[in-house]
């Protein structure tokens, strides 16, 4: 039996009404660990959050039992920094240059010191949601086994919210074990970027417990191990398989942003951040390609899935099939090309030369070199991966209907048809539900908003006395910003060439 991780649902006492607030008792339970996941993307950073069972505010889908009764422990939280120049138009502010993040001086991963980042729009992480869902949806009406996690929330904070949001993260980490340091510095940075228009966006989504990145697990267990090259096959599937059923390629699938796990029967191979993804059959212009440009690219999709069937019913679809190898070598390598097509025309290096790399590279080259030499993986991958993947089992798929209840109102909806905008999912200050603080006022820790507990666990402060702390605080940090002893480094506003700009809107 399939060990599947299904759709998420909230418990009972929880509504979609209620925004952010799963999300911010889950990080408020006692036990939660938060540790940094990823941080090499051009835009945002995952942590992952582990909660401790009864703390949970999801179920999970068994298929033992067909319902929902599974503890939702582990959530991805990526968190961008949202620019929103005009807050009625949720188009603007996609691509502004922030502060560049330090890469804890570990070149292993294939990037620089300095890690570009940029700033999202509303509507650029609303999509990326929705294409997330769209993707996780279609993948588990084919058979079951999903491409990419389901989203479980969706939010956009104010820039006050955001404050509070991002002080509860660091006193959360404080407690955890996990990567620690990096997770301190990786809220600081993001502390750095709040100023007016600047916020945070939250998208969160389910994961399996005791997953790691690719990278981490790569590290441990190489291509030339049989559980390392058994998690190349399926990275190679999942990337295929997004190809073929969603019709999108990946932009920055590199090590980062695939979720691995070998405690599960079967191992799982999950895509994340769906933030630069090309969804070629779409006939409007997105910030890669134009209609036109879309067109070839639609045109060898046609001919790739044509290959496809030729290979797995060749009694149905005439001439004798092209090799299973050939056929996975020769679709790697194109998904590769136009990546690396992408970040040549709209990427800069720091010497503002054309990034010759694609993002897919590190994981990718080893694979197809081994496979060259080996054809058998190739095989084996198109055989023991692809086809499973791609080939609906009677039995073993959840009907339209039970994947479309579990997007219904239990879950967020992403359902442009019905009129959802990125603006319905602004949360506000009072609704998350913490005390106010300001830059000035100190660390805020988790608790209930009529009181605040330090992580010592042994200073509680009343209602009266947080407001008092904070009104001075402010005081004084405003004089001393206006007599200019205080207020740490501008905000850069060069265009940086690495960064995507408004010039994909001309």
């Known amino acids: 039996m399939l060990n599947l991780k299904g759709g998420v649902k909230l418990k009972p006492k929880y509504s979609a009404s209620d925004k952010f607030k799963p999300i911010i008792d ?117 058979n079951g086994i999903e491409v990419c996690p389901p989203v479980c929330n ?49 998208l969160s989504m389910h994961t399996v417990v005791n997953s790691v990145d690719f990278f981490t697990f790569a590290e441990t267990y190489d291509i030339n191990t049989p559980k390392g090259l058994d998690m190349y096959k399926r990275l190679a599937a999942q990337t295929m398989r997004l190809y073929l059923q969603e019709k999108m390629i990946h932009c920055d699938l590199h090590t980062g942003n695939a979720l691995v796990s070998d405690a599960t029967t079967p191992p799982t191979c ?17 910030q890669f390609f134009t209609v036109a440009q879309k067109q070839p690219l639609e045109a060898r999709y046609d001919t790739e899935l044509a290959n ?111 009129g959802i905008t990125p603006l319905d999912f602004i949360v506000s200050r009072q609704e998350l539900g913490l005390p106010s603080r300001t830059a000035a006022a100190g660390p805020v820790a988790s608790g209930p908003v009529t009181s605040v507990k330090w992580s010592n666990g042994k200073l509680f402060l009343c209602a009266a006395t947080v407001c008092t702390a904070v009104v001075v605080g402010t005081t004084v940090y405003s004089k001393l910003k206006e007599w200019g002893l205080m207020g740490g480094k501008s905000r850069r506003h060069k265009r940086n060439h690495h960064n995507k700009t408004k010039r994909n809107k001309k």
């Not at 090499?40 to 068994?62: C, E, H, I, M």
């Not at 955001?162 to 502390?191: C, E, G, H």
């Open 26 to 142: 889950m990080l408020q339970s006692p036990g939660a660990n938060l540790s940094l996941l990823a941080y090499t993307s051009a835009k945002g950073f995952v942590f992952r959050l582990d909660v401790q069972p009864g703390n949970s505010a999801y179920l999970g889908y068994n298929r033992q039992s067909n319902a929902f009764t599974d503890e939702v422990l582990s959530l991805c939280l990526k968190l961008v920094v949202v620019y929103s120049p005009d807050p009625n138009d949720p188009n603007e502010g996609e691509g502004e240059p922030i502060d560049d993040f330090d890469n804890f001086g570990h070149p292993g991963n294939g990037f620089p010191r300095m890690i570009g980042k940029s700033t999202e729009s509303k509507q650029s992480l609303f999509d990326e949601a929705r294409y997330q869902q769209q993707a996780w949806k279609t993948s588990m009406i084919q």
């Open 154 to 202: 969706l939010a956009l904070l104010d820039s006050q919210g955001s404050a509070n949001f991002l002080y509860l993260l660091q006193n959360i980490q404080n407690n955890s074990q996990r990567n620690k340091d990096r997770s301190d510095k990786t809220i600081v940075y993001l502390r750095q970027q709040i100023k007016p228009n600047f916020a945070i966006g939250v």
């Open 270 to 286: 999950d895509i994340i951040d769906f933030g630069r993804v090309v969804r070629f059959t779409e006939h409007e212009k997105d």
């Open 308 to 418: 496809y069937f030729s290979i797995v019913t060749p009694s149905r679809r005439g001439p004798a099939p092209p090799a299973k190898a050939q056929f996975v070598e020769g679709l790697l390598n194109y998904i590769k090309s136009v990546d690396l097509d992408v970040m040549r025309r709209h990427f800069r290096d720091e010497n503002g030369r054309p990034l010759n790399r694609a993002q897919m590279r590190t994981w990718v080259d080893p694979y197809l070199a081994k496979g060259s030499r080996e054809p058998i993986i190739f095989e084996a991958t198109f055989d023991n991966l692809l086809v499973p993947y791609m080939t609906r089992t009677q039995g073993r798929s959840p009907s339209v209907v039970t994947v479309s209840g579990w997007e219904g109102r239990d879950m967020i909806n992403l359902n442009i048809a019905k």
